[in-house]
Nanobody, 124 residues
Framework: QVQLVESGGGLVQAGGSLRLSCAASGRTFSMSALGWFRQAPGKEREFVAAVSSGGGSTFYADSVKGRFTISKHNANNTGHLQMNNLKSEGTAVYYC?????????????????WGQGTQVTVSS
């Protein structure tokens, strides 16, 4: 079992940066892959980025590639999403999720544990 809590959301101007954090509890976090998803009002939840259980492999949605960086720190059970050059279309609730199989997956159904989400609002 893994419990996840996101933090770090807020209001930022377009072009600005935010760093989201995902604090995990549970002994299986180190064996889990970590993903970030976002859901804008009236839209479906979409994949943003993922990192493998050990942190060595990452994958990004084309829309954020080159601007976002995902990381995972098993020593202190945390993960982060560094978001630079934010755009107005980045306004959404951002969720971290854990896939206990440890491999990167791009679809939400593959993730077993979810946080409650943190709001990111990008003003233009």
């Amino acid at each position: 079992q893994v419990q996840l809590v996101e933090s770090g959301g807020g209001l930022v101007q377009a072009g600005g940066s935010l760093r989201l954090s995902c604090a995990a509890s549970g002994r299986t976090f180190s064996m889990s892959a970590l993903g970030w998803f976002r859901q804008a009002p009236g839209k479906e939840r979409e994949f943003v980025a993922a990192v493998s259980s050990g942190g060595g492999s990452t994958f990004y949605a084309d829309s954020v590639k080159g601007r976002f960086t995902i990381s995972k720190h098993n020593a202190n059970n945390t993960g982060h999403l560094q978001m630079n050059n934010l755009k107005s279309e980045g306004t959404a609730v951002y969720y971290c999720a854990a896939n206990k199989n440890g491999v990167i997956r791009l679809y939400a159904e593959a993730y077993h544990y979810w946080g409650q989400g943190t709001q990111v609002t990008v003003s233009s």
